[in-house]
């Protein structure tokens, strides 16, 4: 174990101590401090783990210096629309370094989101992917746009978590507080919808539509998630997850860091995702 983590019991990470300061990741540190058996902070040493805040459009430089310290992983959070070739640069960095990142977007990590795909059966893939988001407007400073393109990347990665690659997209509607896209790949046609809302918390609302069957996935971040089936029996609902997938992410990262499993949702996910979103404009 690095000597950050010596003084902490076997198994835990330090997290660098300025993620609990920082008002505008106080989700990521809300998660982590639900996993005290797995995550403390550093309180002054070195770090095992660092964050590194994905709102800022400079985010590949912030990950670039981080994985240029003997940190052992990184999470990105919530980052915002970048150029793919940036992110695939920062995969190969990483894998040369041995140093998992988690990308610890809003969705992609919700147990709804991963199980969704499982309730088609073999010979009734979803043909079509109507998806909308809501991002909230903060308070903090932060630019509608920057938000938006936040909530848009989050929205994309849940629904490739889902379906595996997406389409390139078509920005029909492109606006600082809106945007629709739409797009077609080997029979799935996938359109999306997002727009800053007053709403208190982010929401993201997917529907699966097969020939036979239907499932509606409701996901709040922070809150409870939800999926809905309606098939030739009729309707059916899953009990809601109150676990986010903030949570999950961390799980993860710890998990990638000791090597007891490989990262779900990491920078080569985010760069595919990223080539869907190449029409936006940042």
């Not at 932060?142 to 889902?162: E, H, N």
């Not at 919808?193 to 036979?212: E, F, K, N, Q, Y």
Request: some cysteine; aromatic content about 4%.
């Amino acid at each position: 174990m690095s000597a950050a983590g010596a003084a902490h019991p076997r198994g835990v990470l330090t997290v660098g101590a300025s993620l609990f300061s920082a008002p505008r990741l106080a989700g990521p540190a809300a998660a982590a401090a639900t996993l005290p058996q797995l995550f403390q902070p550093a309180a002054g040493t070195p770090a095992d783990i660092l964050l590194v805040d994905g709102a800022e459009p400079s985010w590949p430089r912030a990950l670039g210096r981080a994985l240029d310290t003997p940190v052992r992983g990184v999470l990105l959070c919530a980052p915002t629309v970048v150029p793919a070739a940036e992110a695939e640069a920062l995969a190969a960095r990483a894998e040369d370094a041995g140093r998992p990142v988690v990308v610890a977007t809003p969705f992609p990590y919700d147990a709804a989101a991963r199980d969704a795909l499982s309730r088609f059966g073999p010979t009734d893939s979803p043909t079509l992917i109507d998806a909308v988001v809501t991002a909230r407007d903060g308070g903090d400073g932060r630019p509608a746009r920057s938000l938006l393109g936040v909530a848009f990347l989050a929205q994309l990665a849940a629904i490739a978590t889902i379906t595996g690659p997406l389409p390139v997209l078509t920005m029909n509607l492109d606006t600082d507080h809106a945007y629709s896209a739409a797009g077609t790949r080997d029979g799935l046609t996938v359109v999306l919808a997002g727009l800053i809302s007053s709403l208190p918390t982010p929401l993201l609302r997917i529907d699966l539509v097969g020939v036979h069957r239907r499932h509606t996935i409701r996901l709040a971040n922070p809150g409870p998630s939800a999926v809905v089936s309606y098939g030739p029996l009729g309707m059916s609902g899953m009990p809601p997850s109150y676990e986010g997938g903030l949570r999950n992410a961390w799980r993860n990262l710890h998990a990638a860091v000791t090597g007891a499993e490989p990262v779900r949702f990491g920078l080569r996910d985010l760069a595919a995702v990223l080539a869907s979103a190449a029409p936006w404009s940042r």
